[in-house]
């Protein structure tokens, strides 16, 4: 499993080490790494493209990631069920796993989504005359293995300005010695060095010794390492399904930093405008057709 650790909270240094027994913490050349081979597509569709590259979407201002369950169930609440007729889906990633891979997944998990041959998961952009921005509303969850070529495909089809990613951990591995600050709602942020430069939210970092993982920790990683900005949010769950207060913890980055705001503003909604409670029914549903112990 790849991991990402704030080994430093003042300085916010950045590493990644393998789950492997090895307390090597140095940082390691995504593209070196030896791994299966998983085959991961991303397909633009040719009309929606304006690159000379009719595969490769480009440069835009801001690139959103939400991961599955809390992050992608934010983006549609909060962007796509909102901006039906501004932001268009323009194509899809694709996941193909090895049938060495699959055997392993029907293993451990006796079936379910993460074993499924193809994953797939929409892309999805706003443009304007001035601004371009694509969201990724990620439907799978993928292992630390495939978090490697998920983030390979992204990074040389997508230029972003920003990266912004939004995560989600539970409050019972989340490592604060403040009890009281443990109540949600509670949003932290990593940020590689280039974003924390210019960063201007009023979020608090992630404090020392916690832990992100798998997407989160790679396409981070790779942003530090190629001097990218990029920030992680994290939102806790204090329960099996988060309330309504985590959910509008995303939306501080949004309405909180200038910058962020300006990109946004033609599809923000109002603050505090969203409601969340059909975001925990949705996700309580989706929940519940899981059948992988790894989407709890």
């Given at each position: 499993?790849l991991?990402l650790?704030?080994n430093?909270?003042e300085?916010q240094?950045?590493?990644?080490?393998?789950d492997?027994g090895?307390t090597d913490?140095s940082?390691?050349?995504?593209?070196?790494?030896?791994?299966s081979e998983?085959?991961?597509?991303?397909?633009?569709?040719s009309?929606s493209?304006?690159?000379?590259?009719?595969n490769k979407?480009?440069n835009?201002d801001?690139?959103i990631?939400g991961?599955?369950q809390m992050?992608?169930t934010?983006i549609?609440?909060?962007?796509?069920e909102?901006?039906k007729?501004?932001?268009?889906q323009i194509g899809?990633?694709?996941m193909?796993?090895?049938?060495?891979?699959?055997e392993k997944?029907?293993?451990?998990?006796?079936?379910?989504?993460?074993?499924?041959?193809?994953k797939?998961?929409?892309?999805?952009?706003y443009?304007?005359?001035e601004?371009?921005?694509?969201?990724l509303?990620?439907n799978?969850a993928?292992?630390?293995?495939?978090?490697?070529?998920?983030t390979?495909?992204i990074?040389?089809?997508?230029k972003p300005?920003?990266?912004?990613?939004?995560?989600?951990l539970?409050?019972?591995s989340?490592?604060?010695?403040?009890?009281?600050s443990?109540i949600?709602p509670?949003?932290?942020?990593l940020s590689?060095?280039?974003?924390k430069k210019?960063s201007?939210?009023t979020?608090?970092y992630?404090?020392?010794s916690?832990?992100?993982?798998?997407?989160?920790a790679?396409?981070?990683?790779y942003?530090e390492?190629h001097?990218l900005?990029?920030t992680?949010?994290i939102?806790?769950?204090?329960?099996?399904?988060?309330n309504e207060?985590?959910f509008?913890?995303y939306?501080?980055?949004?309405?909180?930093?200038?910058k962020?705001n300006?990109?946004?503003?033609?599809i923000?909604p109002?603050?505090n405008?969203?409601n969340?409670v059909?975001?925990v029914?949705?996700?309580q549903?989706n929940l519940?057709?899981?059948q992988n112990?790894?989407?709890?």
């Amino acid at each position: 499993m790849l991991n990402l650790r704030n080994n430093n909270y003042e300085h916010q240094s950045i590493s990644v080490a393998w789950d492997d027994g090895d307390t090597d913490d140095s940082i390691y050349d995504l593209n070196e790494l030896e791994t299966s081979e998983i085959n991961c597509k991303i397909k633009v569709n040719s009309e929606s493209n304006n690159n000379d590259d009719d595969n490769k979407i480009g440069n835009v201002d801001l690139l959103i990631i939400g991961l599955p369950q809390m992050g992608n169930t934010f983006i549609k609440k909060f962007f796509l069920e909102k901006n039906k007729q501004k932001i268009k889906q323009i194509g899809t990633i694709s996941m193909i796993q090895p049938q060495e891979i699959l055997e392993k997944s029907y293993h451990l998990y006796g079936g379910g989504s993460n074993c499924e041959i193809n994953k797939i998961t929409p892309i999805y952009r706003y443009k304007d005359e001035e601004t371009s921005i694509v969201l990724l509303n990620m439907n799978f969850a993928p292992s630390g293995e495939e978090s490697i070529y998920l983030t390979n495909a992204i990074c040389d089809t997508i230029k972003p300005e920003k990266t912004i990613i939004l995560d989600s951990l539970h409050t019972s591995s989340y490592i604060n010695h403040n009890l009281e600050s443990k109540i949600s709602p509670i949003l932290r942020k990593l940020s590689t060095m280039t974003a924390k430069k210019h960063s201007k939210d009023t979020v608090d970092y992630l404090e020392t010794s916690n832990i992100i993982d798998s997407t989160s920790a790679a396409i981070i990683s790779y942003c530090e390492m190629h001097h990218l900005y990029a920030t992680v949010y994290i939102s806790m769950q204090d329960s099996y399904l988060p309330n309504e207060d985590a959910f509008a913890a995303y939306e501080i980055p949004f309405f909180k930093d200038f910058k962020i705001n300006k990109i946004c503003g033609s599809i923000l909604p109002n603050e505090n405008e969203t409601n969340y409670v059909d975001a925990v029914s949705d996700l309580q549903n989706n929940l519940e057709t899981k059948q992988n112990p790894l989407y709890i």
